[in-house]
């Protein structure tokens, strides 16, 4: 079993729509969880950053974590043509960093 | 100023040659990373040095050997190039190496073999 399970996709939504992207994971030590952008030929770009389960909001962005099913999602509102990218999760706790293989997002105008 | 900084952008070079790669952040950052990406969007993480000691080496062939002249310097030199190193390969950095410490990444190099 994969440290961390993420859809890769891709998924395609029209403009204004709500995005929902998860990754699960087995491991219970992950304490830290992330969710990066990345552009086509860009790096990976931080988005998020939450400590143990709960939410946190910026801006169209929430970041939800329930430790307790090991699930992490990433909530998109209003979604907009510049949110086209890929979208990796990553989590870290006893000494070990996992990225997730990323999930591919088109938002069509 | 770009925060963490990745030369070159692109390398295509021949099966055989030995080429570098070099990384350079800004930020501060006691710790630096190099991964490999593959077609597939994976992130591996290669080696991570803190303080210029080498603090994670993956299971990575000899060919690689990254070298850090200072905290702020993190270069890669490849032997022997084959056509499985074909990746984008990036630099990334952190505040330290305490875990859960978010990483800020370059823009990565897209190494080609012929």
């Known amino acids: 079993q994969k440290e961390v399970e993420q859809d890769p996709g891709p998924l395609s939504v029209p403009e204004g729509a709500i995005v929902s992207l998860n990754c699960t994971y087995s491991n219970s030590a992950f304490q830290y969880f992330m969710w990066y952008r990345q552009y086509s030929r860009k790096g990976p770009e931080l988005l998020m950053y939450t400590y143990s389960s709960g939410n946190k909001e910026d801006g169209r962005f929430t970041a939800q974590v329930d430790k307790s099913s090991k699930y992490i999602s990433l909530f998109i509102r209003d979604s907009q043509p510049s949110d086209s990218a890929t979208y990796l999760c990553a989590m870290s706790g006893g000494n070990q960093f996992y990225f997730g293989t990323g999930t591919s997002l088109t938002v069509i105008p | 100023d770009t925060a963490v900084s990745q030369t070159p952008k692109y390398l295509v070079t021949q099966m055989g040659n030995d080429k570098s790669i070099k990384c350079e952040q800004n930020?501060?950052?006691?710790?630096m990373y190099w991964y490999k990406q593959d077609s597939k969007k994976f992130l591996k993480i290669m080696f991570s040095?803190?303080?210029?000691?080498?603090?994670i080496n993956e299971t990575v062939p000899n060919r690689f050997s990254p070298k850090s002249p200072d905290k702020a310097h993190l270069n890669l030199h490849i032997n022997s190039l084959e056509l499985g190193d074909s990746a984008v390969y990036f630099c990334?950095?952190?505040?330290?190496?305490?875990?859960?410490?978010?990483?800020?990444f370059g823009d990565g190099t897209r190494l080609s073999i012929l």
């Open positions: 930020l501060g950052h006691d710790t």
């Open positions: 040095y803190n303080n210029k000691e080498l603090i």
């Open positions: 990334a950095s952190s505040q330290d190496a305490i875990e859960g410490q978010p990483q800020h």
